[in-house]
């Protein structure tokens, strides 16, 4: 017990260190002070706001929480099921992490009790906040045995989650340590095409209006799927509040017998697959040459180019900062029928493209520094780089608008030429901030812009977004000759400023690799 | 008459209130292998990156085969090679993309000596593993490919050695050798056996100071055929420590 303790602390300070080297969330203490003031707010806050409602309205919400307290463990479930999909993924080429604790003398089942333990706690917020919520109401039905209940089954939901990932972590490991060379093209896109996926269905069940949806219509999905493990917490409350004490019992022990069998069953792999080998991500050079190094005669910067749209698909960082958004966009193909959603993409997903192309780099800059490569150079191949992206970025737009609206083409060119300019100067924007305020610090989590540079991506993205949303709907509703006017002269306006943010981004490109000792 | 092809003069390097290079004044000459010595801190890194260009000095002046490391630094660089002590690479290419790309920046179109390399190196069948997946020594294999396939006239070798295999260390020593004749070469290194088997001329640095520098065979002949461990020690107060460490482990 002493010994999982004390691996969970280490797990613990290890996570939250790597996420955070000096924020405030890097202490494990102060995550759970906020958790517990943010809890007594909301709690307060609801008992309070309790002791105002009539007696009716509270007799019409109980009905209400009875269904909602049923249905969120089955909830927690899924989400921690998706969390934790995510952060395998998230952690990449750090699968492996078991190798740096594997020379310490403990058991299997020690480090899988402490390394879920560590997870739950960090990973507590959402707990807190649901639990703050609804043990006010539950006091004040006096349901004091529910209250129990109910945070039993929210914790043996979560832990079951996390198990199951563990398990899924163990298999990938031991499968991938299985296959020693694995063809990289393959890898890179099937982790770029599961990140987004899972990072879409993540945005979608996280959506208020999805969740409350969710939320009060799964009771029959439970009923149905009662004899499947991770329904148990939730049926459990479900026979506790029809009073049918015996099946509660029966379903809170068949919880905890699943859970500690599959305790039992991730320690006997994690057993079994202890020390695995790594393996290796293999990438064949094509013969052939590359479709950049063909057009351009500057072989210099279009090496540059290509080892920044090879760190784009292939860098975890990177992926992980745009395929949510990227997702979101996606999804809004298929269930969306505004076209304002598709204006994200050449307006905020560029920027947060253009404003990581510098710091993105890391500590490997380094190379930029004592290569032969000039700031004119440097800073030419991000341009380049960004007006590629801008263009691909644009069309995608483009197409969506068109499924959207079916514009004719004339129209549909127009729109093309506006979204490309203010996306040309959205990414040049970007590329500023990049330049004036990259990090390059390596953590976790993505750290390719100072928190300063952040904010201001934050709302110079925010002010773009709505200004280009206002600008296509004013030429949705202009006449083709004003339109053709007004395109000429946001030509004007988008050149000057060009010219304008073009010197500013030369001479932070020229301070930026002066001298290596200042970053 | 051989020809001067690095001149360091009165040159001061501080970060912060520290000096980390103080008053240093060195000529090397072409054809020249310079070992750097010194403790940790004593300058060698930042010697090597002011060499290049890559920080400005406070005061003083380096020039290089003509060029200012200040105003030219792009020149120095394009006819230099540079293994840094910390190897960082594009950790998501493999290994013959990131040769490639050296290859590109140096505008090299002939790539087939990259082939050669690796297979002296014994790293060729790794070629199209990502970067990710190398041990250290073979990342620091990669960096100093990286640092000899332009054929430098200057080559700054920061620490090389560090994580190499004893084979590929001496295919290393051997390299150098060999480039000696067409290249001007400054290794800092804290094995004192290689820098006394490679090295024409040693200078040792303290504390950001140049203590002294002088010819392998003179330092043999000043400390009286002893070897340049005990030279080393000698003169950096390294005996001190090693009468403390002697009295401890009693």
Redesign the interface.
């Known amino acids: 017990m002493k010994k999982i303790l004390l691996l969970t602390i280490v797990i613990l300070k290890g996570i939250t260190r790597k996420n955070s080297r000096k924020g405030l969330s890097s202490d494990p203490k102060i995550i759970l002070f906020i958790n517990l003031v943010i809890f007594l707010l909301i709690f307060s806050s609801v008992y309070l706001a309790l002791s105002i409602l009539k007696e009716e309205t509270l007799i019409t919400a109980r009905s209400a929480l009875n269904e909602l307290i049923i249905n969120i463990p089955f909830f927690i479930f899924i989400m921690f099921i998706l969390v934790g999909i995510l952060l395998i993924f998230e952690t990449g ?1 750090s699968i492996f992490d078991v190798e740096t604790i594997n020379w310490i003398p403990i058991k299997p089942y020690e480090y899988v009790v402490s390394s879920i333990i560590s997870t739950m706690y960090i990973y507590s917020f959402p707990l807190f906040i649901l639990t703050a919520l609804i043990i006010p109401f539950l006091i004040k039905f006096q349901a004091f045995f529910l209250i129990l209940i109910f945070i039993l089954a929210l914790l043996s939901s979560k832990f079951m989650a996390l198990l199951f990932v563990e398990i899924i972590k163990i298999f990938l490991e031991a499968s991938f340590s299985k296959i020693k060379r694995i063809k ?1 093209k393959y890898l890179i896109n099937f982790r770029l095409f599961l990140i987004i996926i899972i990072s879409s269905i993540f945005i979608v069940i996280t959506n208020p209006s999805l969740i409350q949806r969710f939320l009060f219509n799964t009771k029959n999905i439970i009923d149905i799927t009662w004899f499947l493990p991770f329904n148990w917490p939730s049926t459990s409350l479900k026979f506790y509040i029809e009073e049918n004490y015996i099946g509660a019992l029966i379903n809170i022990l068949l919880t905890i017998i699943f859970c500690f069998s599959l305790l039992v069953l991730a320690s006997f792999l994690r057993n079994k697959y202890w020390v695995l080998e ?8 094509r013969k052939k040459k590359d479709f950049l190094n063909k057009i351009m005669k500057e ?2 910067i ?3 180019i ?2 920044d749209l ?2 784009y698909v ?2 975890m960082e990177l992926i992980r900062t745009y395929s949510p958004i990227l997702g979101l966009v996606i999804l809004s193909f298929f269930i969306s029928s505004s076209y304002q959603i598709s204006l994200i993409i050449p307006t905020i997903i560029n920027l947060i493209i253009s404003t990581a192309a510098i710091g993105y780099e ?3 800059i ?2 930029i ?6 700031y004119n150079e440097y800073y030419k191949s991000k341009f380049i780089f960004i007006i590629f992206i801008s263009f691909i970025l644009s069309l995608i737009t483009i197409l969506n608008i068109y499924f959207i609206l079916y514009l004719n083409l004339l129209y549909l060119f127009i729109l093309f030429c506006f979204i490309f300019l203010i996306s040309l100067l959205t990414s040049k924007i970007g590329l500023t901030i990049g330049l004036k305020y990259p990090k390059f610090e390596e953590t976790k989590l993505s750290k390719m812009i100072s928190l300063k540079g952040a904010y201001l991506s934050l709302i110079i993205g925010g002010i773009i977004y709505i200004f280009t949303i206002f600008l296509i709907r004013l030429i949705l509703n202009l006449q083709i000759n004003l339109i053709l006017f007004l395109l000429l002269i946001f030509t004007l306006i988008f050149y000057l400023l060009y010219i304008v943010l073009n010197k500013i981004n030369l001479n932070l490109s020229k301070k930026l690799l ?4 200042k970053i | 008459m051989r020809n001067l092809s690095i001149e360091i003069v009165n040159l001061n390097k501080r ?1 912060n209130e520290n000096f980390a290079l103080k008053n240093i004044n060195l000529q090397i000459f072409e054809g020249e292998i310079l070992g750097l010595l010194g403790p940790n801190g004593s300058g060698k890194s930042t010697l090597l ?1 002011l060499i ?1 260009g ?3 000095p406070d005061s003083g002046r380096i020039t290089v085969y003509g060029y200012d490391s200040v105003k030219d630094s ?1 020149k120095i ?2 006819i ?1 090679g ?1 293994v ?1 002590e ?1 190897v ?7 290994g ?2 990131y040769l ?3 290859c ?4 090299i179109d002939n790539t087939n000596l990259i082939y050669d390399y690796l297979k002296i190196f014994e790293i060729y069948d ?5 970067i ?2 190398y041990s250290l020594g073979m990342k620091r294999k990669i960096a100093i490919i990286a640092a000899l396939i332009h054929k430098p006239k200057l080559l700054l070798l920061d620490e090389p050695l560090n994580g190499l295999d004893p084979k590929s260390a001496r295919i290393f020593k051997d390299i150098i050798l060999n480039l000696k004749k067409t290249s001007t070469i400054i290794f800092s290194t804290h094995i004192l056996e290689i820098a006394q088997a490679i090295c024409d001329k040693i200078a040792i640095l303290d504390k950001g100071q140049l203590i002294n520098m002088v010819s392998i065979n003179e330092i043999l002949e000043i400390s009286k055929n002893k070897s340049l461990e005990e030279y080393f020690l000698k003169i950096t107060g390294g005996d001190e420590i090693k009468n403390l460490v002697e009295v401890l482990l009693k």
Not at chain 1, 369 to 374: K, V
Not at chain 1, 514 to 517: A, C, I, K, L, R
Not at chain 2, 88 to 94: G, P
Not at chain 2, 104 to 107: L, P, Q
């Open positions: 080429e990289g790594k393996p290796s991500i293999i990438i064949e050079k072989s210099k279009s090496a540059l290509i080892k090879k760190a292939r860098k890391g500590r490997s380094i190379n520094y004592y290569l032969p490569i000039s002066e001298d290596v000792s | 970060f990156k290049l890559m920080i400005k792009l660089r394009k230099s540079y840094p910390d960082r690479l594009y950790e998501f290419l493999t013959i993309e490639e790309f050296i590109k920046i140096y505008e790794k070629k199209d593993e990502m990710a997946s």
